[in-house]
């Protein structure tokens, strides 16, 4: 039996050159696979100084970010300072931007629980709860956490968050109620107050906050129809099934404003002020030249007939 790795290699038809070859996306997606003659020479992509040099720059950086995030205090404090001292710790982690603060919560923490209720508001006038916020939904620890928790806490009173936030909700509320949009979305903040930990353990049966009092605002209301991007375009319309809309009429775009478009509207006013300026300066010379200088004889007024008397100038000269 012959050695295989003694065997030339088998020979497909490789793409077509010059002018028959067509575009090279066409023939590496459609033309057939030609076998090549290269082998690796080593099993590793890199040599095994590159390899190693990264291997102790992992290493390095894992054992930093370890010590860097244990607690500095308790028994702990010497062997986390000593570390990070001799391995230029501080310097390296403050140098690439990763040192983490863990006072989240300074000086105090958190006085309440906020939680912004999201409702929709149909074209028949029902109003729908959207149920973005966890009220009433015991998931404390989350054992997935769910970005939109923060989310929902960050838009509580940013007016232009809420626009945006309500934006995506009526374009949801469209690809769920088979392109139907909705009428408008309104923002509800609901809040309890955090009792005191004094206060916790004087009751000895610990703490429930979803039957604690509870206070409610409403803030803004999005209209579906007005809010920008708050209309499915015709592109998302088609990848859900949905009929086509109008855009032209029914799709608010957002106005994009780049640099030119500020130097444009710059150039615009200085070319008003400028003519505005010119136009003070003719109607000034123009009214200068109209008066007339003192001790001269008053312009004799003509019309079809010929001059024009009068009668307070004759008066005036009369005298």
């Not at 001799?86 to 923490?109: C, D, H, I, L």
């Not at 960050?154 to 109620?177: F, L, M, P, S, T």
Request: hydrophobic share 30%.
């Amino acid at each position: 039996m012959s050695d295989p790795s003694t065997e030339a290699p088998v020979e497909l038809d490789a793409p077509a050159k010059g002018a028959d070859a067509g575009p090279l996306h066409e023939s590496l997606l459609h033309a057939a696979p030609a076998r090549v003659e290269r082998r690796a020479s080593s099993r590793w992509a890199y040599p095994l100084w590159g390899v190693l040099v990264v291997s102790l720059f992992v290493l390095y950086h894992v054992s930093v970010l370890l010590v860097w995030n244990s607690p500095g205090k308790g028994l702990a404090k010497d062997f986390h300072k000593t570390f990070l001292k001799q391995v230029k710790g501080y310097e390296y982690f403050r140098g690439t931007r990763n040192n983490q603060s863990w006072a989240m919560f300074a000086p105090n923490p958190n006085r309440t629980n906020t939680f912004m209720r999201v409702f929709v508001e149909d074209q028949s006038g029902e109003l729908w709860d959207f149920e973005q916020d966890i009220w009433g939904e015991d998931r404390y620890p989350y054992f997935w956490y769910d970005r939109r928790g923060k989310v929902n806490r960050r838009i509580d009173g940013k007016k232009h968050y809420q626009r945006i936030y309500g934006a995506w909700v009526c374009r949801e509320w469209a690809r769920q109620n088979n392109g139907e949009a909705a009428k408008s979305v309104t923002f509800v903040r609901r809040w309890t107050r955090v009792p005191k930990p004094q206060e916790v353990l004087a009751k000895k049966g610990g703490w429930n906050q979803w039957e604690a009092p509870h206070k409610q605002t409403e803030q803004e209301t999005i209209t579906c129809k007005t809010v920008v991007h708050g209309q499915l375009p015709n592109e998302l319309r088609e990848r859900y099934g949905l009929a086509p809309i109008d855009e032209e009429k029914e799709f608010r775009q957002v106005r994009t404003r780049t640099w030119w478009d500020k130097a444009e509207r710059e150039r615009e006013r200085l070319e008003r002020e400028a003519k505005r300026t010119q136009a003070r300066e003719d109607s000034k010379n123009n009214k200068e030249a109209k008066t007339e200088p003192a001790g001269t004889e008053p312009t004799v007024k003509l019309d079809a007939r010929g001059p024009l008397r009068d009668p307070k100038g004759d008066e005036a000269r009369d005298q």
